[in-house]
């Protein structure tokens, strides 16, 4: 059964790896076809994802950082606790700032409302964990550690290469001869449209996967799969309409950062188990 069972993981890796190569040869083609029968850069949904669509990430790092914050909180025996605590609190004060950055750039109105809504959000999460036993902690804690070291390399990685990848972006091309195809790198040419990072972005609340073996009803799994799943559907979807970036970008974007999830998460879960 075992042996069954890891062979089926091959075979839907294999044919995952098909299907994203298939789709990629054919954006390859069919980019700036896409883009020019699609985009609009005054796309009221497209500008209204680009601003607040960057709050995955933010709002990621403030509920892992305060989960690491409460769970050494509550452990009083363990090695340099007051350290991890801090480090916690500088997690989730370093995703409220970013949250800060966002918001100010809403009307007043609007900016106000946010932030209000964001400390009441946080007390009362904060408050829930407190409520958590140590044992429940401890579980959410590796999801918190993962999703810290994952979000840290979506940013590492995805602007690095950005920067040497230098393809420009439709919306800013200014004759078509500007069009490069995502196969073929430009070096550094301070345009970054290649991989989207609105989608990698978009695609880190992947790691709310990791919440359904924690949960008992069949519906609530499932959300922590299709939610995901939907998000970053439309979030690429609203970068290829406001004419940011191309069908590749965002397919690039999204994969990358769920391959990088899963590579982070079995990194860090294997130092949990030693």
């Not at 408050?127 to 401890?138: D, E, N």
């Not at 430009?186 to 989207?196: H, L, M, V, Y």
Request: glycine share 8%.
């Amino acid at each position: 059964m075992l042996f069954l069972k890891k062979h089926m993981k091959l075979i839907g890796i294999g044919l995952f790896a098909i299907l994203f190569l298939a789709i990629a040869v054919l954006f390859g083609i069919y980019d700036l076809i896409i883009s020019n029968a699609i985009a609009n850069v005054e796309s009221g949904f497209g500008l209204t994802m680009e601003l607040s669509g960057m709050l995955v990430a933010p709002y990621l790092f403030i509920a892992a950082g305060f989960i690491i914050a409460v769970y050494y909180q509550k452990c009083p025996q363990v090695a340099f606790r007051r350290t991890k605590i801090w480090l916690g609190i500088f997690f989730a004060f370093g995703g409220i700032c970013f949250c800060g950055y966002i918001y100010n750039q809403f009307s007043s109105i609007a900016s106000f409302f946010a932030f209000l809504l964001t400390g009441i959000v946080c007390g009362i999460f904060i408050a829930i964990l407190r409520k958590r036993t140590v044992g429940q902690l401890y579980e959410l804690l590796k999801i918190a550690v993962v999703t810290i070291i994952y979000l840290i390399s979506v940013l590492v990685f995805i602007n690095l290469i950005k920067i040497f990848w230098g393809r420009v972006r439709f919306r800013e091309m200014t004759d078509p001869a500007q069009f490069t195809r995502w196969f073929i790198p430009q070096g550094i040419t301070g345009d970054r449209s290649f991989p989207s990072g609105h989608t990698a972005n978009a695609a880190t609340l992947y790691v709310v996967t990791m919440l359904a073996p924690l949960l008992k009803k069949y519906w609530q799994k499932v959300l922590c799969y299709l939610v995901p799943i939907l998000w970053i559907v439309v979030m690429a979807l609203s970068r290829v309409m406001v004419g940011a970036h191309y069908a590749s970008d965002v397919l690039f974007g999204g994969v990358i950062s769920i391959l990088l999830f899963y590579i982070c998460k079995k990194l860090v879960l294997k130092k949990f188990e030693v």
